[in-house]
């Protein structure tokens, strides 16, 4: 859209949500559709052993930017390790989860779909619950921490 300006938002006002209300993976929407663009971003948050179902997005790949943690991917038939500073790029049509290995620290990752298809309203439609100030440690360096 050329001339529309930019689009500026704080990590500290984004919503979070849950897909399903016992999911154990929250996801906080960094860009998307509402902001003009095709893909999404989000910043996926999963519970210590926590993970997503098998899921599957015919038309878009997807890639994952681990932030924080360790985690195993499932993708088809493949496993893979991921640890903080991987970057996992999942193929259109893949049949994929991530699971947090870690029994006690919760796994971040920054992930963006190629083609949204649905996804941002997928979850924008699920419950919303508030970002923790472990979360926002994690994105932004505190006043102390500067």
Not at 39 to 63: C, D, K, M, R, T
Not at 90 to 104: A, D, E, K, W, Y
């Amino acid at each position: 859209m050329a001339g529309e300006r930019p689009i500026v938002r704080s990590i500290f006002d984004l919503p979070t949500h849950l897909i399903s209300p016992d999911d154990s993976v929250r996801l906080a929407g960094l860009a998307g559709p509402p902001h003009g663009s095709s893909a999404s971003v989000f910043l996926e948050i999963w519970e210590p052993g926590g993970s997503q179902p098998f899921n599957s997005h015919a038309e878009s790949a997807e890639v994952f930017i681990v932030i924080r943690g360790e985690a195993i991917a499932h993708s088809d038939q493949e496993e893979v390790r991921l640890k903080t500073g991987d970057i996992l790029v999942l193929q259109p049509g893949s049949q994929h989860r991530i699971v947090n290995t870690s029994p006690s620290n919760r796994l971040y990752t920054i992930t963006v779909m190629a083609d949204d298809g649905g996804f941002w309203d997928l979850v924008t439609r699920g419950t919303t619950v508030a970002l923790e100030h472990q979360d926002l440690d994690v994105l932004v360096a505190t006043s102390e921490s500067a």
